[in-house]
């Protein structure tokens, strides 16, 4: 390719809304343009790393044994009401409405579609494994849409859902595109762990986060260096079962929430079992959590709050964010998204906070018949956050390290809730009629670009790993008014391409200055620059990273880069 003809509209400057290095680097670099907040163009550069990231995602889901397809964004609200989610996702999900007012979504994700597509689909256990991929947009309306494609509204996510006839197929599923998805980030050169993100879910190991370890992560991970341990430290330290097993089956109603004055009130006004909430609660409060919603004295609204969660995951506003927007700590319960969760945050001065109420996450809804430790039990491993820095592995006493990281990709068992409330089911070989097991599997396709470069840039701009980079050589003739160089550097574009290297050329008449402060922008992992010595056949092969140089005769570049 020629950088003449290229569109790479670079920027001298950083524009201003870009805080992190990665948000930076891609516009400075003329790898993306926003359109409007959270929503993004892939302009040539940025759209061959999205190229190469989406391809080595397919081959390794393929690998694995996925099959791909394509489902469609734009989906019917009844389908989403059928699994209660229209109204349990909340107002991250884009809802858009037809010229004959019928209701649809942007997809978000694709569990509802997915699953009335086996369900239309399969009905023996003979068609049993199955997984199914997909990569494509998704769209979320993000509380704080911000650091560039790493929390988008739009994005491009490959997701892939497993429906296997019982539990060991799950673990076999589950356990495949754990691997693959190892293998993925790390074909993808970055540094990552898998951690535990919610132990306990659904048995054991029910989920994992892929987390690129980054400074601007908004996830705390604990690991050991002498074992495998990995957690997220803000995950809930509950979590709803995803089963209810409470005897009184567990609701999410529309209900006026009057203003509760204590947590006996509140209780009693959500028919929760008062003994087991209530220990629950104040075992929480002596360890300084809490599980509770504040209103009424301090003056929390929905605005307010929506401000300070990430409504979706529940990720939970820092202690220090909680402060500062009501001057004392909260909790929160409730099903939003994929995962219902019990959020928790620290404080040390909460015991007076009287007035609470259960929401789950939509105003106005509120959980009902929630029974503690059984539809939300306490994560295996404890309250995660009450370990420190250098304390010993619960796992195998070894060393603990924190470090911050961005979820590039999760891996999850469903188990039969969506294929319970949709009827996705199958004859057994005895003839009887079972829902499938499922499984789903994301992977931040655009964050995990975002990611790359936060681990991989320096002062002068990005470092692709060679997997990923939007071209495998740059060759840069320093002055192509110069016969000897244009011409010398012609053929060495030629014969790398002809090699079957992706070569960008710099054939533009500007300075060697601007030249080599581009290349370093856009940060392609080898260069040679074709320059004074061009007469005697020689020319410079330098790596980006490492700023190596050597001089070789042209004739053994391709050798030398191969
Ligand atoms: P987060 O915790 O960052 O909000 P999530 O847990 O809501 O992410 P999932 O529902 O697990 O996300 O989706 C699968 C993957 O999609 C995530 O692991 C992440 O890499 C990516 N992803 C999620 N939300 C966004 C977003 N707003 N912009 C870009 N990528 C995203
Ligand atoms: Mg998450
Ligand atoms: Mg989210
Ligand atoms: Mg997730």
Redesign the pocket.
């Known amino acids: 390719m020629r950088q003449l003809n290229l569109f790479v509209p670079t920027l001298r400057e950083v524009p201003s809304e870009a805080e992190i290095v990665s948000h930076q680097l891609m516009l400075r670099a003329g790898f993306i343009r926003q359109l409007v907040s ?1 929503v993004y163009s892939y302009l040539p550069l940025g759209h061959r790393v999205l190229r190469k990231v989406t391809n080595i995602v397919r081959e390794e889901m393929e690998r694995a044994g996925a099959q791909e397809i394509s489902m469609p964004a734009i989906q019917p609200a009844e389908l989403w009401q059928e699994t209660g989610r229209w109204e349990a996702y909340g107002p991250e999900l884009m809802r858009l409405k037809d010229r004959h007012e019928r209701s649809f979504v942007l997809g978000p ?1 694709h569990e509802e579609v997915v699953t009335s597509i086996a369900r239309d689909g399969i009905n023996s256990y003979k068609k049993l494994p199955v997984n199914l991929f997909q990569i494509q947009t ?1 769209y ?1 309306d ?1 509380v704080r ?1 911000r650091f560039g ?5 739009e ?1 491009v ?1 490959k ?1 892939a859902y497993s429906f296997d006839i019982d539990r060991e197929g799950l673990d076999r599923s589950y356990q495949s595109m754990y691997d693959a998805y190892t293998q993925i980030f790390t074909r993808c050169g970055l540094n990552f762990r898998a951690v535990e993100a919610d132990a306990g879910a659904i048995g054991g190991k029910g989920t994992h ?2 987390m690129a370890l980054s400074e601007i992560g ?1 996830d705390t991970i604990a690991y050991c260096d002498s074992c495998h341990y990995a957690a997220n430290l803000e995950q809930a330290v509950v979590h709803y079962n995803g089963e209810p097993s409470s005897e009184v089956p567990l609701t999410m109603e529309k209900v006026h929430t009057p203003d509760m004055k204590s947590i006996e009130q509140l209780v009693s006004f959500l028919r929760i079992n008062p003994d087991k909430l209530i220990k629950s609660l104040m075992f929480k409060l002596d360890e300084r959590f809490v599980l509770a919603l504040v209103r009424g004295d301090h003056e929390l609204n929905d605005v307010k709050l929506k401000n300070m969660f ?1 409504a ?2 529940l ?1 939970f506003a820092t202690e220090q964010e909680v402060l500062d927007v009501i001057g004392a700590p909260v909790g929160f319960i409730g099903p939003v ?2 995962e219902a969760k019990i959020t928790v945050v620290a404080d040390h001065a909460i015991r007076d906070m009287v007035n609470a109420v259960v929401g789950a996450g939509e105003k106005d809804y509120h959980l009902i018949n929630v029974t503690a430790g059984t539809d939300f039990q306490i994560s295996e491993y404890g309250d995660l956050r009450n370990i420190q820095e250098g304390d010993a592995c619960p796992q195998c006493g070894g060393e603990i390290h924190f470090a911050r990281g961005i ?4 891996v ?1 068992k469903l188990g039969t809730r969506y294929s319970e409330k949709m009827k996705a089911t199958f004859l057994d070989e005895q003839g009887k009629e079972k829902p499938m097991i499922m499984g789903c599997y ?3 396709i ?3 670009i975002a990611a790359v470069i936060e681990q991989c840039h320096d002062e002068h701009g990005i470092i692709w790993p060679k997997t990923i980079a939007p071209f495998d050589v740059h060759v840069i003739p320093v002055n192509v008014k110069n016969d000897e160089q244009r011409q010398l550097a012609e053929e060495v574009y030629a014969s790398l391409q002809e090699a079957g290297l992706e070569v960008l050329i710099d054939d533009r008449a500007e300075r060697a200055g601007v030249k080599f402060k581009d290349a370093d922008l856009i940060g392609i992992p080898l260069r040679v620059i074709v320059g004074a010595k061009a007469g005697e056949n020689k020319v410079e092969c330098k790596v980006r990273k490492t700023g190596e140089t050597v001089e070789i005769s042209a004739d053994q570049v391709v050798s030398y880069l191969k």
């Open positions: 959270g994700t998704k979320r993000e849409p494609v790493v929390r988008a509204r994005f996510m997701d986060e892929f908004e990430d979706n995951t990720r998204g994929v979820e590039v990709g999760h999850f994301g992977i931040g655009s964050r995990t």
